[in-house]
């Protein structure tokens, strides 16, 4: 059974860095895309970034490009998302989820069929 784990969120002041950190276990393959997306409270769950093994592509959410990073480990069992300039505004649970398909990365929370607990993300202004 597949399992997602995030770790490294927590608070920080408005223009700092964080860097969350999903590994994953139990999974036969690690050629499938893996995403982050984000929740606020009162608000629908949003596509961040996502970094597909197989094709070597990341993509962005026009909102963060240039200020958020998504990468792997070598062994492919782990992802991170390096956050810099963080705004109060991206204050939110960050989601870790897998693709369980071999294809390109998508931007839908529909295209990704396993999901991590999340990790809270608070920016203080």
């Known amino acids: 059974q597949v399992q997602l784990v995030e770790s490294g969120g927590g608070l920080v002041q408005a223009g700092g860095s964080l860097r969350l950190s999903c590994a994953a276990s139990?999974?036969?393959?690690?050629?499938?895309?893996m995403g982050w997306f984000r929740q606020a409270p009162g608000k629908e769950r949003e596509f961040v970034a996502a970094?597909?093994?197989?094709?070597?592509?990341?993509y962005y959410a026009d909102s963060v490009k240039g200020r958020f990073i998504i990468c792997s480990n070598n062994d492919k069992n782990t992802v991170h998302l390096k956050m810099n300039s963080l705004k109060p505004e991206q204050a939110a649970v960050y989601y870790c989820?897998?693709?369980?398909?071999?294809?390109?990365?998508?931007?839908?929370?529909?295209?990704?069929?396993?999901w991590g607990q999340g990790a809270q993300v608070a920016v203080s202004s």
């Open positions: 989820a897998e693709d369980r398909i071999p294809r390109r990365p998508g931007t839908s929370q529909n295209e990704y069929a396993c």
């Open positions: 139990g999974r036969p393959f690690s050629g499938y895309a």
């Open positions: 970094l597909g093994w197989s094709f070597d592509t990341t």
